[in-house]
């Protein structure tokens, strides 16, 4: 059962190239989530999509572009990576659930890291 | 300013006490969740409350929603080391799912 899968899961860049994180999901979820995970800030989402060729800006959307052209793939851009962007990244898929109790089911993490 | 604040943002503790972790927003939810994750983890349900006023027991965990729908808690009878990890509440005011700033819980054997 591989459930939500993040490539790849380590990455170092150094200012100002550009990477993509995939995240892949097998579980036909509607709903996709990026976010990002600093220390004494809990989750932060970035960007998020409630279906196939869409998306949503979240809390912290700035330096980041996303795309869902695929049900089961969910992938973030990073175009010009800054420093402040050296984070671990997770990505999370859910059905929609009503009154929003759909469980989040999350990858492992892809740990980033911009000199 | 985030939407959920939780405290205490670190607890550390000796096993065999109790604890209690608070999630607090200005907005109303539908339903609120608590997630724990783990180092090198990502986080991992533990409960999912609807309705307000709502207790639910997982064990020696016990959720509470608040009457308004606005916060939440988490309270930990006994604990134990297998506890030690960061606790999150989530909800979703819309399609947006939005996590609270974390709790650190250590339980110190």
């Known amino acids: 059962n591989a459930g939500v899968t993040q490539t790849p899961k380590f990455r170092v860049l150094k200012t100002g190239q550009s990477m993509t994180l995939l995240c892949a999901q097998d579980?036909?979820?509607?709903?996709m989530y990026w976010y990002r995970q600093d220390p004494g800030m809990g989750l932060r989402l970035i960007h998020y999509?409630?279906?196939?060729?869409?998306?949503a800006k979240g809390e912290v959307p700035d330096g980041y572009n996303v795309s869902r052209l695929k049900k089961q793939n969910f992938l973030l851009g990073l175009e010009s990576a800054a420093p402040s962007q050296t984070s671990v990244y997770f990505c999370?898929?859910?059905?929609?659930?009503?009154?929003?109790?759909?469980?989040?089911?999350f990858g492992e993490g892809s740990r980033l890291t911009v000199l | 300013t985030q939407l959920l604040e939780q405290s205490p943002q670190f607890l550390s503790i000796q096993e065999g006490e109790n604890l209690t972790v608070y999630c607090n927003s200005s907005s109303v939810f539908s339903s609120l969740q608590w997630y724990r994750q783990e180092p090198g983890e990502g986080p991992v349900l533990l409960v999912t409350v609807v309705t307000g006023g709502e207790v639910k027991k997982l064990k020696r965990l016990t959720f509470q929603f608040g009457d308004a729908r606005k916060d939440s808690s988490l309270h930990i009878t006994a604990a134990q080391p297998g506890d030690t990890g960061l606790y999150l509440c989530?909800?979703?005011?819309?399609?947006?799912?939005?996590f609270g700033t974390g709790t650190s819980l250590t339980v110190i054997p």
């Open positions: 999370a898929s859910r059905h929609e659930g009503r009154l929003n109790t759909g469980e989040l089911f």
């Open positions: 989530a909800g979703a005011p819309g399609n947006q799912f939005y």
């Open positions: 999509s409630v279906g196939e060729g869409t998306t």
């Open positions: 579980m036909n979820h509607e709903y």
